[in-house]
């Protein structure tokens, strides 16, 4: 399995000179098997980038079948969604998964608010031209894609939820833990350590550089070193720090993962825009 | 009068090594009077920098802000929940729009940080919004500004606004289609569909009336997201090019046009030729052609004798 970064950034995009080495694109992952079968997490404005590489072969052909999870529906999560260029080629089949939000909506409906006409010319899902599905799930269970078998698990992230991952496929295993606050950093949620048992790899949110969490404790985020407690305690490999601040400059967060990388035996990385990456 | 440009670029942040010097941000403009006076048009994502330069120099006092938008596609207001004096208690923020739909304009704006989309509801936040709905043909007066809201071509309407102040004059006009081939009404369009008469009628009226409006305005920012093959494909997207932005400006005898709302997809190299094209372009026919770029600050000339 690899794994491919396509937006790294949470919150908000950053353009400029500051950003260009970890990326300024809001998060969207991709996941690939050795047989190419394709699941991406997240529409963040990473996503349009993406676009551009699936248009050029089999989704330009209207002949593309991509399944897609969601986190969660906060804009910097779906907000490539209108400009996913593979949903306006007729043929194309995807498919959308994620929980609903805890407001009463639908995933669904969520998704339709994000395309009403006042926001998008788009005018609503039934315009897309691709086969589009969209299906709520409760966390808690197990999906199966083509190629890959995903655990899914309920973590809070501020005032609500958001869905976490665990992903199986060519005997590797991804854990996903993004937009994620553990009520304490040192005691990580025991779900967030099932995920994570003997993963080969661990993303985890690291929004905040450790020195500014207590500003920021409650907002929903984890500082760096909370994706250290629950790589150690799950007997993680590697992990990959993610959804970095807007505010964290290249070097900003070139300074966390050598503080991190030096408090811990676990490998770590900080996430970044760019080539497919061996799980 | 002077105008800052936070963000430049159409549709969605483009952040990475394409887009360094023209930026990635989306839709949002700033006028300034001699006296410090302080005009918002739009609330893309160039208004997270913005508001961080407000607090900056406000010290973190709350202040009074006003903020024109030209529509609430996602691309001019996803701003808004960035802002950060929003985020100071005390502060008061109008917002000025174009009612496109049914639902009221305090439903659309705080639609967007609904639960299932922003951590915190509009309500939650410290500022304190109030609403102000514009109709094309009615002018107003904010502090020194004296505004006149222009209707424009795009799906489900969107407006201009020339702006007069310190004598001088300017206009943001994005966005907007041509008022030519496609009437932007109330409905999804997949592409270009017939023009009947009235729709002809209509779109003539669009025309003359924008024109009368820019006449005699020193500076006019103008969408130009598309070159012309863009726009002989996506002609029902409600986008124009330099050049219908230069037939207009031309005919209203405008001095200099900036181009503005530029397409995700034209990297800096594109934008260098685009530039360098379109100032040769606009010197045929009088008009001084500029591009915009986000971190550009233009003084505006005074107004022109009728």
Not at chain 1, 10 to 15: E, K, N, Y
Not at chain 1, 189 to 198: F, G, N, R
Not at chain 2, 202 to 213: I, K, N, P, T
Not at chain 2, 269 to 297: C, R
Request: hydrophobic share 40%.
């Amino acid at each position: 399995m690899k794994i491919r970064f396509w937006g790294v950034r949470g919150s908000f995009a950053m353009s400029g000179r500051e950003f260009l080495r970890y990326g300024g694109n809001t998060t969207s992952v991709e996941l690939k098997t050795d047989a190419g079968q394709r699941l991406l997490i997240d529409l963040g404005t990473g996503a349009t980038e993406l676009a551009k590489h699936l248009m050029a072969a089999e989704f330009g052909k209207g002949q593309g079948s991509l399944p897609i999870l969601l986190t969660h529906t906060h804009l910097d999560h779906i907000q490539g969604l209108p400009f996913f260029t593979p949903f306006f080629i007729k043929g194309n089949e995807i498919r959308i998964m994620g929980a609903d939000p805890i407001s009463g909506l639908s995933l669904e409906a969520t998704l339709q608010n994000q395309l009403d006409p006042h926001y998008s010319p788009l005018n609503g899902l039934e315009n897309l031209a691709a086969g589009v599905t969209i299906s709520s799930f409760v966390p808690g269970g197990t999906i199966a894609v083509p190629g890959f078998v995903v655990t899914t698990a309920r973590v809070p992230h501020g005032s609500m939820w958001t869905t976490a991952f665990r992903i199986v496929a060519d005997g590797k295993v991804v854990a996903f833990l993004s937009d994620v606050e553990y009520p304490s950093i040192d005691e990580p949620l025991p779900e967030a350590i099932e995920l994570a048992k003997d993963a080969d790899l661990l993303v985890h949110d690291a929004m905040h550089a450790d020195k500014d969490y207590e500003l920021r404790r409650g907002w929903g985020h984890s500082p760096a070193r909370a994706g250290v407690v629950v790589a150690e305690r799950a007997g993680a490999k590697r992990l990959a720090l993610f959804h970095h601040s807007p505010d964290a400059t290249d070097e900003m967060i070139d300074e966390v993962v050598g503080r991190t990388a030096a408090s811990t035996k676990v490998s770590v990385f900080a996430a970044a825009e760019g080539a497919y990456l061996d799980v | 009068m002077q105008i800052s440009f936070w963000g430049v670029r159409g549709s969605y942040p483009v952040p990475g090594a394409a887009t360094v010097r023209y930026g990635g941000q989306t839709s949002c403009v700033e006028a300034r009077t001699a006296s410090g006076e302080c005009l918002i048009v739009d609330a893309g994502t160039g208004m997270r920098a913005l508001g961080n330069k407000l607090v900056r120099e406000s010290g973190g006092a709350p202040g009074q802000y006003h903020v024109l938008l030209s529509h609430v596609h996602w691309d001019h207001i996803q701003g808004l929940p960035f802002f950060s004096p929003a985020y100071i208690p005390g502060t008061r923020i109008s917002v000025y729009a174009l009612l496109t739909a049914a639902n009221e304009l305090d439903q659309v704006i705080g639609g967007i940080t609904r639960h299932e989309f922003f951590p915190m509801p509009l309500e939650a936040v410290p500022a304190q919004f109030q609403f102000h709905q514009v109709e094309p043909g009615v002018d107003f007066v904010i502090g020194a500004f004296h505004v006149t809201p222009i209707a424009l071509n795009h799906p489900f309407g969107s407006v201009g606004y020339r702006i007069d102040a310190d004598g001088q004059s300017w206009a943001y006009v994005a966005d907007t289609a041509p008022f030519d081939r496609v009437l932007h009404k109330q409905h999804f369009l997949s592409g270009p569909e017939p023009l009947s008469e009235d729709d002809r009628v209509a779109l003539a009226a669009m025309h003359d009336a924008l024109v009368a409006r820019l006449r005699g305005v020193d500076t006019v920012v103008y969408d130009t997201h598309f070159t012309p093959d863009e726009y002989a494909r996506f002609p029902h997207y409600g986008h124009s090019t330099p050049d219908q932005a230069i037939a207009i400006c031309a005919e209203a005898k405008v001095r200099r046009l900036v181009l503005y709302h530029h397409a995700p997809a034209h990297g800096d190299d594109q934008m260098d030729q685009i530039a360098k094209q379109y100032l040769e372009k606009g010197e045929a026919v009088g008009v001084e052609v500029l591009t915009s770029f986000e971190g550009m600050t233009l003084p505006v000339g005074p107004e022109a004798a009728a």
